[in-house]
Every structure is written in C-alpha cells, then in structure tokens.
C-alpha cells in the first residue's frame, strides 16, 4: 500500500513538475562534491553505508550530496557488455512466458550483483539501484524507473524493455537521470571507456523523453 | 571580623557548590553506564549467516562487518536511540535502533527486489548525438 501510494505521489510530482532541469541548481557550485567523488575514487562497494557517508560528510544540500554519489558512480563503475547479451537473449527467448523470466531474473539478479561487487561492473540495473541505494543512505528520496531506451534510433523498435535510470527528488522536486548512459559508452572493440557525460544528470524530461520510454507510460 | 564571617560563608558556598557537581557528576556518569554498552548481533538471510555485511553507526564512519558465521561485535559502546544500518549488496538495508534490552541482536536481510535490465549506448550513439546537440 505503502509503494502505490509513493508510486502514485511519484507519478503526479512527475507529470506536474516538467520544469525540474538541472538549470533549477545554476547558483549552486559542486566543487567540493566533485572533490568528495575524486576523493574516494576506487573505493570498493563492500562497505556502502561508509562510503555515502564518506561522499556526503559535510555538503551542505541534497542536490550536492546527490551530485557526489552520481558523480561516484559514473566514475567508479563499468559497463558490462556480456551481461546485456545474455540478459537480452533470455529476454527476447522468454518474452511470452513471465513464469521463466521471473525465475531468470532470480537467477541472474544474483549474478549481477556478485560482479557488481567484486568487480563493479554491471549493467542499467546495477546502475539505477546504486543510485537509489546510496541516495536512500543519504536520507535522499530516489526511485528506479524500468523502460525502454534508445538514443540514436527509434524507440519503437524496441521489443522488450531493455533499460533502467531513476527519479530523485531534490528540493521536493523530482528530478530524471541517467547514470548508465552519463559513464561512458562501448566502443568499437567492444570495451567499455569511462567518458562522464553531464547531460544526462538532471535532464530536461520533455529532452529525455526522447530517448526513455517508461514501462508505465503514465509517468509522462 | 566581619571579613572573616564572609569567608567562612564563601567557603561554605564553595564547598557546596563543589559537592552539588559532584553528585551530577556521578549521577551522569552512572545513567550513561546504564545505557550504553556493547552491542552483539547475528545477521543472516534465507540460506543462513551472511559473511560480510556491514555495520555503521549512522552519520559516523564508525563500523565493523560480520564474520564467517554472520556475527558482529560492534566496536564501540552504543547507548539508547543510536541507529546502526545494517547492509549488503543486493539487500534490502536495516535501520535498527538501538533499544533497552541487553541480548544480541537478530537480523534477518531480505532480497532485495529488482527486475534486471540493460541497455549500453555505443561509440556510434554518443557521437550521433553529440552531433546532433553541439
């Protein structure tokens, strides 16, 4: 009960508040929390309370404390291709037949988060629950948002959904981001390369809609 | 004569003054040793005792993580009200308030529930768009 009335509280803030832009935090200046993520640059993921308490320890505003954990984890953690693959294999194979996908997803959920800690690699999941993880250590509010992503053709060609970001709430306002794709990307060899990209912290939901298409089309 | 009576009185005053902080002194002292103490737990999840989650005594750095058989000992003295969060990836975190009643704590940490999914951006993807917005 407790989820949909959050759910529904987050659906309303979302299609109410289109405004919410990073230009909403221009007279804020992230030099210390892009300090703070630097700083703990390479930490390992064993002890998260640690290190949010580490990457938020005096900031003064959610929005900077939020600032250092994206700014972390774009920084810290790697794509992982392989995981995708066979993560959209199993997808598009069972994509009539919840009760297979589910007990997959049991299965390969743990999978992801044993390479997610022993490696910090992952995949959209990965990203958008460290997200949430860490921004609901630092007392901030964050939700994970599952859909369909696609940046450079049509979404509509997309069968299954295939991608994760989250919702953050700053200043009782909520906020998109995209913190797979603001890491870096894959290139040609297929390794992936650390290459942070601001853009999609805090974007501009009609901008971002262009490229994200929740499962629940309500959301926007 | 006069000054000497005012002496003895100031004295007096001093004395007084001097017991009065140190009945609060020993009472603060005893209430503090009643509450705060030692805080012992065992963690597990469905499959039995989880090795290596940790335990921070919130807005600290203070910490310590479970061992082989999902014990903790937590390093420092907690008194009454104090909160530890208790975590591992891929669970659900604990927030647990420290009580008054001295036995080890049990925490049991949940799955945490989540439906996989993935999607990268390529080299093509990143240079189309930063084409398309420069």
């Given at each position: 009960m407790i989820r949909l009335i959050s759910f529904l509280l987050l659906l309303s803030a979302l299609t109410n508040n289109?405004?919410?832009?990073?230009?909403?935090?221009?007279?804020?200046?992230?030099k210390i929390a892009e300090g703070k993520a630097l700083q703990m640059?390479?930490?390992?993921?064993?002890n998260v309370p640690l290190l949010v308490h580490n990457l938020t320890?005096?900031?003064?505003t959610d929005v900077e404390q939020f600032k250092a954990i994206y700014l972390w984890i774009c920084q810290n953690i790697e794509n992982d291709h392989s995981l995708m693959q066979k993560n959209d294999h199993m997808w598009l194979k069972h994509k009539n037949d919840a009760k297979k996908l589910d007990l997959w997803n049991t299965k390969f959920k743990k999978e992801v988060f044993t390479k997610l800690l022993k490696d910090k690699k992952t995949l959209c999941s990965g990203y958008s629950y460290l997200i949430k993880k860490f921004s609901n250590l630092a007392g901030i509010e964050c939700e994970i948002i599952n859909g369909y992503g696609k940046l450079?053709?049509?979404?509509?060609?997309?069968?299954?959904?295939?991608h994760s970001w989250n919702a953050v709430k700053l200043n009782n306002k909520w906020y998109l981001c995209d913190a797979t794709w603001s890491s870096g990307y894959i290139n040609s060899k297929g390794l992936f390369i650390f290459d942070y990209n601001d853009?999609?912290?805090?974007?501009d939901p009609k901008e971002f809609s262009n490229s994200h298409k929740p499962l629940n089309q309500n959301l926007f | 004569m006069k000054t000497q009576t005012f002496t003895k009185r100031d004295n007096l005053k001093a004395l007084s003054l001097f017991l009065l902080f140190l009945g609060l002194t020993l009472v603060t002292n005893s209430i503090s040793a009643q509450t705060e103490r030692i805080i012992t737990g065992i963690v597990s999840d469905e499959t039995g005792p989880l090795e290596k989650a940790t335990v921070l005594l919130k807005g600290t750095n203070l910490f310590t993580e479970t061992d082989k058989t999902g014990a903790f000992t937590f390093p420092q003295k907690l008194k009454e009200n104090d909160v530890i969060i208790v975590s591992h990836l891929g669970f659900e975190d604990q927030e647990i308030k420290v009580g008054t009643k001295n036995k080890p704590l049990n925490v049991f940490m949940a799955d945490y529930s989540i439906v996989i999914v993935g999607s990268l951006l390529t080299e093509d993807d990143i240079k189309s768009y930063k084409a398309k917005n420069d």
């Open positions: 289109v405004q919410c832009q990073q230009s909403d935090f221009k007279h804020i200046d992230f640059k390479g930490r390992e993921l064993y320890y005096n900031l003064k450079s053709s049509s979404l509509k060609k997309l069968e299954t959904p295939n853009s999609f912290f805090l974007m | -």
